[in-house]
């Protein structure tokens, strides 16, 4: 597929995915707060279009603006997302009005590039980069609708649920250098650049994500009444918060617990992924298992590393684009596949389900590479960097295959978990002989 064809392809997915978020629900419920961590979803939608027109209309096609008048309301750093619902906000038909003229000049404005020039426009990374952006306020407002209450309005068919088997509980993963970050995708955003090359001393890693009947246990075990198994942060957080048990699992009094995903109440499926889970929570999980969180450069070399070769690929399974024998992406299903469904997406050395299901937590604060330059605007990466966040890796069910990679970042507070967040443990190789 060439440049154009692949632009046109996600750019037109990106809108399809969200107005599949935003038409199924009434002009009330676009406008409501569903959670104060959340905006209004009729906020994400202009906002998907006001960022549409500030890079692709105004800056790469140089014209002039559609609606500079709103550019501040949908500036995500002048107001908090607890306080959006209460500002004077394009109605829900505005909104899509706004963003309907945005891309019908988007159209013209690619008929035009030549994908060459300013580092804007090369290879059509600007394009790329505002696929992604969609696709990123996308899985958000998917998260607002894990939050709303109220009948279900979302369908999908369901995920996998029987799996097959897994070699090995665990992998051992060499020691040695490896290609962290990339230098050449060309959509890759600022935070993935550059390469580098990290020594990763030998470690062993979860052959998959872990699962309800695993956190399960530790539930069972007293994992949220005892204190030596949290960070002190982590423990003062699980007091403060009152945490039991993941979010939207809701005990029945009988001993069973039960969670609530997209307004249906099932039953836990013991295979799936745990999801909704904080850093502090996974942090908890992994002592009482004997184990740690990997590092961001675990998971990645673990993720990308080809032991035959030495090179880093772009995925666990290679340098082709995902597919739905591969991983589960781009919310077509509505959660987490069981373990083991993914085969052919496992990496080299037998790592499964490191992209899609859920995102995994890594020990990791978010930082930059050697060689971070900001690009093209600060307030993507750079102004997060040596703040409060864990970086998260792999992307979830929810995530598009655009803004999906082995290379890419993504960043939270320790303490949130209405994100899809799941982890995997990892443990030093006793006597690093390996
Ligand atoms: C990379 C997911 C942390 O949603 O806050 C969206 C992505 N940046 N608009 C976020 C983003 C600007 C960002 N995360
Ligand atoms: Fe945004």
Not at 52 to 62: A, H
Not at 199 to 219: C, G, K, Q, S
Request: with cysteine.
């Amino acid at each position: 597929m060439g440049t154009r064809e692949k632009i046109e392809t996600v750019l037109t997915r990106a809108r399809e995915r969200t107005a599949g978020l935003t038409d199924c629900v009434d002009g009330e419920d676009l406008v409501a707060q569903h959670s104060p961590l959340m905006s209004p979803l009729v906020w994400d939608l202009a906002h998907i279009g006001n960022q549409e027109e500030l890079w692709l209309v105004r800056d790469v096609g140089g014209r002039e603006p559609v609606r500079r008048d709103i550019d501040e309301l949908y500036d995500a750093f002048k107001h908090s997302r607890n306080s959006r619902p209460s500002l004077p906000l394009l109605s829900p038909d505005a909104a899509r009005d706004y963003i309907r003229t945005v891309r019908d000049k988007v159209w013209d404005v690619l008929d035009r590039s030549t994908f060459r020039g300013r580092p804007l426009e090369e290879n059509g990374f600007a394009f790329g980069m505002i696929a992604q952006h969609e696709q990123q306020h996308a899985e958000t407002m998917l998260a607002t609708h894990q939050l709303r209450s109220g009948a279900a309005v979302l369908t999908a068919e369901s995920a996998p649920r029987v799996g097959g088997a897994i070699a090995e509980d665990e992998v051992v993963v060499p020691s040695g250098e490896f290609t962290m970050g990339t230098s050449d995708d060309p959509w890759a955003l600022d935070n993935e650049r550059t390469a580098h090359r990290v020594d990763v001393p030998a470690f062993v890693i979860d052959a998959v994500p872990v699962t309800n009947a695993r956190y399960l246990e530790f539930v069972d075990d007293g994992g949220y009444a005892r204190p030596e198994l949290w960070s002190e942060r982590g423990w003062a957080h699980r007091l403060d918060a009152g945490l039991e048990a993941p979010q939207f699992w809701e005990n029945d009094g009988c001993g069973t617990w039960w969670r609530r995903r997209f307004g249906v109440t099932e039953p836990i499926h013991p295979q799936e992924p745990v999801v909704h889970v904080c850093f502090f929570e996974a942090e908890a999980f992994a002592r009482w298992d004997g184990k740690r969180l990997p590092t961001e450069a675990e998971w990645e070399k673990a993720a990308r590393w080809d032991p035959f070769t030495g090179r880093s690929r772009r995925f666990p399974w290679g340098d082709a684009e995902p597919d739905s024998s591969l991983a589960n992406l781009g919310q077509r299903h509505l959660g987490p596949a069981v373990v083991g469904v993914y085969p052919s997406g496992a990496s080299p050395l037998g790592v499964h389900q490191l992209i899609g299901d859920v995102w995994e937590w890594t020990s990791s604060s978010f930082e930059p590479y050697p060689g971070f330059a900001a690009f093209p605007y600060r307030e993507y990466s750079e102004v997060f960097f040596g703040g409060d966040y864990r970086v998260l890796r792999g992307g979830s069910f929810g995530t598009d295959p655009v803004a999906c990679r082995g290379t890419f970042r993504n960043w939270d507070h320790p303490i949130r978990r209405q994100i899809f967040s799941g982890f995997r443990c990892a443990r030093d190789l006793p006597g690093d002989d390996y």
